[in-house]
């Protein structure tokens, strides 16, 4: 594999469960940001001290909407990225003339601050921290393609799918290796919720009341 280059830039994307609404998706890309700006070169970070890690110039996400795109992320699939459960972000650093820390030593350090602080709020969001490849585009370093017989159902073919990322999750995390994710779609609940105006006329509730009332109990 070639090295790695010493970039200005990368990106962290996160997913949320699919049942995360947009709401809850902005709190959590909001929490992402306030993080990440500890880290610039104007903060004096006394719970980070490490001063070379203080080199993030800004930042900039997308919550339900694809990122910008460029020729790496066009790869890994950057403009299916638009779901409400889903947070794309750009995170630019330091030009390597104004630091003493390459990018990909930075990235190894802060995707683990980075993780354990989101985690610690939103246990059930999968974090991603994305670099810039050092050849041409792909898709992931290493990647497996699952496909059945004609015939085979999708479940059997999802089943057999998360039982091979399991284990393989479980395997490679052991030898350090970081960002194992799989595009299986977990299972959605959807709700069919039918209003009946008369009686809803008697008890003085509009529609728009009612579609509130749900959406709030729903975590809106």
Do not use: C
């Not at 995360?20 to 993080?35: E, I």
């Not at 409400?84 to 390459?102: A, C, E, Y």
């Not at 059945?148 to 395997?171: A, C």
């Not at 209003?195 to 006329?201: D, P, V």
């Amino acid at each position: 594999m070639l090295p790695k280059s010493d970039q200005d830039n990368f990106f962290v994307w996160i997913d949320m469960p699919r049942d995360t609404s947009l709401d809850k998706s902005k709190q959590v890309a909001q929490h992402m940001s306030d993080f990440m700006r500890k880290f610039s070169p104007e903060v004096d970070n006394d719970k980070y001290p490490q001063q070379d890690l203080n080199i993030i110039k800004n930042t900039s996400y997308w919550v339900g909407l694809p990122p910008v795109p460029d020729f790496a992320n066009t790869f890994r699939g950057a403009a299916e990225r638009q779901q409400q459960n889903q947070i794309s972000s750009r995170v630019n650093i330091l030009n390597k003339d104004n630091r003493d820390i390459s990018s990909p030593e930075f990235v190894i350090k802060f995707r683990d601050l980075l993780t354990k602080h989101i985690k610690e709020k939103y246990p059930d969001a999968e974090i991603r921290v994305l670099e810039e490849p050092p050849g041409p585009p792909v898709q992931a370093t290493y990647k497996m393609k699952v496909s059945g017989q004609p015939g085979t159902s999708y479940q059997e073919i999802n089943n057999l799918t998360n039982w091979m990322y399991q284990t393989t999750y479980d395997y490679l995390s052991k030898e350090s290796v970081e960002d194992v994710y799989t595009t299986v779609q977990d299972y959605q609940t959807t709700y069919d919720v039918r209003i009946n105006h008369e009686k809803a006329t008697r008890l003085g509730l509009s529609a728009e009341q009612i579609r509130n009332t749900v959406y709030n109990v729903f975590d809106g």
